[in-house]
């Protein structure tokens, strides 16, 4: 199941978790996780957060759980859920923070990712 995501940002929204870990999740962000989990039947499954290649700027993320992680994946885990990050998409999340936020335009995990340097009109692409 691949989860929606907003457009990326160029800051995060709040603070980075306290561990060196490439990505952290606000609370609200990891709530949105295990809700998602539970319904879906997934719950022990890890969450990959991927970097692909793709979109008018370059790179799109990519959300889905995932039953176990690969030989190369970084294993983070950010307020009790589990994160699998495979070592080409972790150069480009580093001090990433996952927020959910919900409003008049749609629902969806939104990256506040430092390291972008900008986004396509859509704001589903970014460039670093």
Do not use: H, W
């Not at 039947?41 to 890890?46: K, S, W």
């Amino acid at each position: 199941m691949t989860m929606s995501s907003t457009e990326p940002t160029t800051t995060p929204t709040t603070a980075p978790s306290a561990d060196d870990s490439p990505v952290a999740l606000t609370e609200v962000a990891a709530a949105k996780v295990r809700e998602i989990a539970k319904e879906e039947g997934l719950e022990g499954q890890g969450l990959r957060v991927q970097v692909k290649g793709g979109g008018c700027s370059g790179f799109q993320y990519d959300l889905y759980f995932d039953e176990k992680p690969t030989d190369m994946d970084q294993i983070v885990e950010s307020r009790g859920v589990k994160i699998f990050i495979d070592p080409l998409s972790a150069q480009y999340l580093e001090g990433t923070e996952i927020d959910y936020v919900e409003g008049l335009s749609g629902a969806g995990f939104k990256f506040g990712n430092p390291n972008v340097k900008g986004t396509c009109g859509c704001g589903s692409s970014f460039s670093v």
